[in-house]
């Protein structure tokens, strides 16, 4: 199993956000997982991201129990988000929101960054190097140099891809990536996921855009007020009358 929720639960005070969830994301595939607004998919993020404390349950990666770690050593391990709003610094370039990523993946210490100036040089070029690559990756080699806070939504949203990345990521969690895109750009961002999927790297995705998932996911988990109702293949899901259900309101 490459990563698996047991049992998880998060309350917060008396509202059960996120309630006994078995799930279990599979390696080199897109994972999605939708439900209404406020069913507990951020939530379930931040709980495997470590952001949040679980209440109750474990998150187990690669064999290793990761419930309760800090969210840098579970980024250490290999897992990567992004936010649902997206956390970039508007006031800076593109290469340096990028370059920030990398440092967080790569910091040295304070004894390195006084004695070891040669060696902190050369790790400066590797950020520098790496940051090039992801933007390359992403598609934004042609605003390198612009602000954050001039770029299109969609250019936005692949900073934010580039800087996740940037830290090599294994498991590469996306809040709402393509929320406030167009659907041309939607588009743009979905083949953007499948080249992340063909360079081994595996996505977990929270989306509201139906059309897109349906074709995207190789796998979708359904949240309602917290509680997995539905697991299966995009096929499996649309026929699903628990589903139907849920989001018709019936
Ligand atoms: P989703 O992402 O599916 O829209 P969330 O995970 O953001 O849902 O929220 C699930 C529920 O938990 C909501 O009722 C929300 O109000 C509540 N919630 C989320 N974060 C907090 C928090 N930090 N404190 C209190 N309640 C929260
Ligand atoms: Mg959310």
Redesign the pocket.
Known sequence: MFLVTQQLTKK??G?V??NEVDFSIEKGKINAII??????????F?LISGF?PPSAGKVIFKGIDITNMPSNKIAELGIARTF?TTNLFEQATVLDNVIVGHRLRTKSNLLDAIFRTKRLKLEEEQCREKAMEVIEFTGLKKVTGKLVGSLTQEEKKRTAFALALATDPEILFLDEPAAGVNPDETEGLAELMKKMVQKGITVCL?EHKMQMIMKLADKIMV?NY?EKIAEGTPEEIRNNPTVIKAYLGG
Not at 37 to 43: C, E, F, I, V
């Open positions: 917060f005070g509202l956000a996120v439900g209404p607004n406020g069913a507990g998919k951020s939530t379930f931040n949040h649902q929270i949240l917290g």
